[in-house]
């Protein structure tokens, strides 16, 4: 994985000379709850889709800046289990936005080698989002320069309760001894299959807590908290924050030899 890693850092130059990041410590997973959408527009008098609008804009910026400076994997909590008891106006405008966002995108993804994926309750959404999201995995299947992974109808404790079924029935099924059950198991029973855990998380607008984002998958994860709101969240404070990740000292529980 060191290796793949390095590859991937070098591979992605723009950047690369760029004074205000040393691309050496990137993360190679950052994962955002990308939170304060209708306070952005609620402060401004507006109604609350304007904000989670203006919030769409800043995913395009930092979807575009994972990419240019070689994050190999970005994980956006874009919509969660419990999001669904909001007003019906709101989840229609967000599933709206969505399906926007997909089409708008694809062709920006199939250009800049970004393979799109989704993990969540996919089957809860509509059914032309699901057909949207399934043709976009699709056609972004072989792209290999960065993985989107859009967190959709996502909840860590649903996620955790399908993964202990899964299990339970291997086991009662007689594929697995209950010896087998190893973190490693759980992890390749979960959404996250086969995607390494996150380095980096970021949330924004304020709220120091985790609302049931990756429970399992954020053990060892750097946290970093912002007050910015998400439609006011930049590139430049993006920047500022993998500057801070680099000085972050990772011990895993162990101490420095
Ligand atoms: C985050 O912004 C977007 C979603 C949860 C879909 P919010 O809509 O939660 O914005 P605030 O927290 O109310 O400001
Ligand atoms: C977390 O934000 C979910 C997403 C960003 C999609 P929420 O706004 O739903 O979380 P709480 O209600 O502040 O915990
Ligand atoms: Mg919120």
Same mark, same amino acid.
Request: glycine share 6%.
């Given at each position: 994985m060191k290796e793949k890693r390095k590859k991937s850092l070098n591979s992605?130059?723009?950047?690369?000379?760029?004074?205000?990041?040393?691309?050496?410590?990137?993360?190679y997973h950052v994962a955002i709850i990308m939170d304060g959408n209708g306070r952005w527009a609620q402060k401004r008098f507006l109604n609350r889709i304007k904000g989670h609008r203006k919030g769409a804009e800043t995913v395009r910026t930092i979807v575009r800046t994972c990419r240019e400076i070689g994050i190999s994997i970005l994980t956006l909590?874009?919509? @969660?289990? $419990?999001?669904?008891?909001?007003p019906r106006s709101e989840v229609t405008a967000l599933m709206a936005l969505l399906k926007k966002f997909l089409e708008s995108e694809q062709k920006e993804m199939l250009e800049n080698n970004i393979r799109l994926n989704a993990i969540g309750?996919?089957?809860?959404?509509p059914e032309d989002i699901q057909a949207a999201l399934h043709q976009t995995m699709t056609v972004t299947e072989?792209?290999?320069?960065?993985l989107l992974n859009l967190a959709l109808s996502y909840g860590g404790r649903s996620e955790i309760v399908r993964m202990v079924r899964e299990i339970a029935k291997k086991a009662r099924d007689g594929e697995?001894?209950?010896?087998?059950?190893t973190p490693a198991l759980v992890s390749e029973n979960l959404?996250?299959?086969?995607i390494p855990d996150p380095d980096l998380l970021i949330r924004t @607008?304020? $709220?120091?807590?985790?609302?049931?984002?990756l429970l399992w998958q954020i053990a060892y994860t750097e946290i970093f908290f912002t007050d910015t709101l998400w439609p006011d969240f930049t590139k430049e404070e993006f920047l500022q924050i993998l500057n801070g990740f680099k000085r972050r000292e990772r011990r895993y529980g162990k101490i420095e030899s």
């Open positions: 992605s130059q723009s950047l690369t000379n760029s004074p205000v990041l040393n691309t050496e410590a990137l993360p909590y874009a919509f @969660s289990t $419990e999001n669904w008891e909001r309750q996919i089957e809860r959404m072989n792209k290999t320069g960065m697995i001894d209950i010896a087998s059950i959404y996250t299959r086969g @607008s304020g $709220e120091i807590r985790i609302s049931n984002f």
